[in-house]
């Protein structure tokens, strides 16, 4: 089943979230008006897409970046979205440098305990079976309670 | 083990619950890297952007500019139409306010004949 454009829509909980906030108190809004507004929102990022990936094509590039998107924004008359936008790149760019620091920080735990599993590993082989067991209980609650 | 970032579980489940929209979203996933920062779920925008069959690929970045975009151009809008409701001494926004704030702004011309 082809599903045309048009047809992906963005959450209406979220398009109504972001009216809501956008209007002043006791404002309303018609079903008719919030779904038009929905639509808008669709056509809108299929513009912006169509545009960026012209300036993505003027720069020999097959994949979209922020830059093309700015661009695009500025080519459509929305220019007074490129401030905001670029703060929030910025932001979005510090918070996935931290986010990345931090899953190497997990990487690097990860590796020291499959290194100390890998000795008790073998020193279970030479015990009896029941005393294998108890061990390893005891170092998987030694796990659950690192991680 | 999976670590679950407690603040965008939280986002997720009130967008669950608000609303009332016919057709039965999607979860949206919670490993979105910008939830904090955009409240539009990433995966659905970038399905928008791949359905142009002239777009290869669009990196994460794009992507995240391309929801905040989105946002801003609904709260211009919305704000837009509200301003014609005023006009008429309303306080709903109905559907005739947001073709004439459509009509009045150059910006919006894309958006004309869409609607109908």
Redesign the interface.
Known sequence: MAER?ED?N??????????K????D?????K??RS??S????????????C??NFA?KGKR?????S???SA?EE???QR?VT??KE??E???R??KG?KEASEQKKKDKDKKTDSEEQDKSRDEDNDEDEERLEEEEHNEEEEVD? | MAAVAPGSGASREEEGTGGDAATPQPPAPTSAPGACLSRLPLARVKALVKADPDVTLAGQEAIFILARAVELFVETIAKDAYCCAQQGKRKTLQRRDLDNAIEAADEFAFLEGQQR
């Open positions: 454009p992906l963005l959450p209406n909980a979220v398009i109504t979230r972001i009216i906030e956008a209007l002043p006791g404002v309303n809004i018609s008719e008006a038009a507004i639509r808008a929102a669709s056509v809108f990022v299929l513009y912006a897409t169509s960026a990936n094509m097959k994949t979209l970046n922020a093309d998107v700015l924004m459509m008359e929305f979205f905001p936008l929030a790149l932001a979005y760019r918070e996935q986010k991680n």
